[in-house]
T-cell receptor, first 115, second 112 residues
Framework: KAGVTQTPRYLIKTRGQQVTLSCSPI?????VSWYQQTPGQGLQFLFE???????NKGNFPGRFSGRQFSNSRSEMNVSTLELGDSALYLC??????????????FGEGSRLTVL | KNEVEQSPQNLTAQEGEFITINCSYS?????LHWLQQHPGGGIVSLFM???GKKKHGRLIATINIQEKHSSLHITASHPRDSAVYIC??????????????FGTGTRLTIIP
């Protein structure tokens, strides 16, 4: 069974640009959640999608957005990139109808560097 | 103030020792996760708890909802257990919205 796949794994952007990251969950998983990890702030929750709807949201500005497609694949977008957006972006998928009913399966992450 | 506090921040032990990592939280939660992160970034989910105790191999996780505290124990520790262990709690900061909040992690090093 394939795991959670994130693309791209590494990318470099400049300030002001925008970026789109992709996450393909484990087959059958309907919940996809996104996280940002930085050395200073640690892991922080961005948002969670379930059946194409954003169900839960963390405390990030509107520059951070996402969506989920009918096949459960998800994308997140960051517009007007800032230096502080440099981070490892992780997604996780889970099986249950509510994401507190089972374990989370994480992808390897997309490492974004903003210059 | 962080909703989730972990201790210790760093822990070095000899192979074979019994390891305990603690997680305290200040909010009412619906679930708590223990995660393991190896160098390079990959995160593995170890346990999801809402009450009681779970065991998987040499790993044991317990939670006390009344005391808002959870512990992760590793028996017969091995160098391959060296990683960062992260506690995360699922709670509702406001109606209709659930959030997963993470501790800062415990860096565990097991010396052969």
């Amino acid at each position: 069974k394939a795991g959670v796949t994130q693309t791209p794994r590494y990318l470099i952007k400049t300030r002001g640009q925008q970026v789109t990251l992709s996450c393909s969950p484990i087959s059958g998983h309907r919940s996809v959640s996104w996280y940002q990890q930085t050395p200073g702030q640690g892991l922080q929750f961005l948002f969670e999608y379930f059946s194409e709807t954003q169900r839960n949201k963390g405390n990030f500005p509107g520059r951070f957005s996402g969506r989920q497609f009918s096949n459960s694949r998800s994308e997140m977008n960051v517009s007007t990139l800032e230096l502080g957006d440099s981070a490892l972006y992780l997604c996780a998928s889970s099986f249950g109808g509510a994401w507190d009913t089972g374990e989370l399966f994480f992808g390897e992450g997309s490492r974004l560097t903003v210059l | 103030k962080n909703e989730v506090e972990q201790s210790p921040q760093n822990l070095t032990a000899q192979e074979g020792e019994f390891i305990t990592i603690n997680c305290s939280y200040s909010v009412g939660i619906s679930a708590l996760h223990w995660l393991q992160q190896h160098p390079g970034g990959g995160i593995v989910s170890l346990f999801m708890l809402s009450s009681g105790k779970k065991k998987h191999g040499r790993l044991i996780a317990t939670i006390n909802i009344q005391e808002k505290h959870s512990s992760l124990h590793i028996t017969a520790s091995h160098p391959r257990d060296s990683a960062v262990y992260i506690c995360a709690v699922l709670y509702s900061p406001n109606f209709g919205n659930e959030k997963l909040t993470f501790g800062t992690g415990t860096r565990l090093t097991i010396i052969p």
